[in-house]
């Protein structure tokens, strides 16, 4: 039992490319969540998704994508990555009473 | 749009002295949700209160939720060094799931 696996760990993107940063989960959650965490920060919520083929925005979505095709998956797409995207990225799975975070994604954006 | 307001930002303390940290919200809330964030790390979910009024205990951990369920608090008795980290609360938006977190309480303990 894994629980909340992400990839990559750390990533450097130069402004205007495009990327995907992979969430996993094995604990049949219905509610997966990305968050990013700017330094010294709290957690924004990016996008969200109650079960796979629902997904809503959250308070950041802009330049942001998701897709939520299986229970187990919910990968976040950037679309053209700007510098203020810069950031750690968590994703999250649980039910309606707790989350389980992954480790986290560093990305920089140069 | 709703705000989730978490103070102090910071606190300092001695290993020994306790710690309290209070949330805030605009509206009256269904649930909230305290978290743990160790330096580098992930959060990490502690509990769920649901109740007015209710008072939940972990160990030195103490969490209350308010009666008009608009405020929730956790308190840290006699902090040690392992306390040392970020209390996040999640609140979340009326009808969803979609969880707002509030600005956290970073805690330092000296020993």
Partial sequence: NAGVTQTPKFQVLKTGQSMTLQCAQDMNHEYMSWYRQDPGMGLRLIHYSVGAGITDQGE????????????EDFPLRLLSAAPSQTSV???ASGRAY????GPGTRLTVT | GQQVMQIPQYQHVQEGEDFTTYCNSSTTLSNIQWYK?????????????????????QKRLTFQFGEAKKNSSLHITATQTTDVGTYFCAEPTSGTY??????????????
């Fill in chain 1, 60 to 71: 950041v979505p802009n330049g942001y994508n998701v897709s939520r095709s299986t229970t």
């Fill in chain 2, 37 to 57: 964030q160790r330096p580098g790390g992930h959060p990490v979910f502690l509990i769920q209160l649901v109740k007015s009024g209710e008072v939940k205990k």
């Fill in chain 1, 89 to 91: 990225y968590f994703c």
């Fill in chain 1, 98 to 101: 707790e989350q389980y975070f």
């Fill in chain 2, 98 to 111: 979609k969880y707002i977190f509030g600005t956290g309480t970073r805690l330092k303990v000296l020993a």
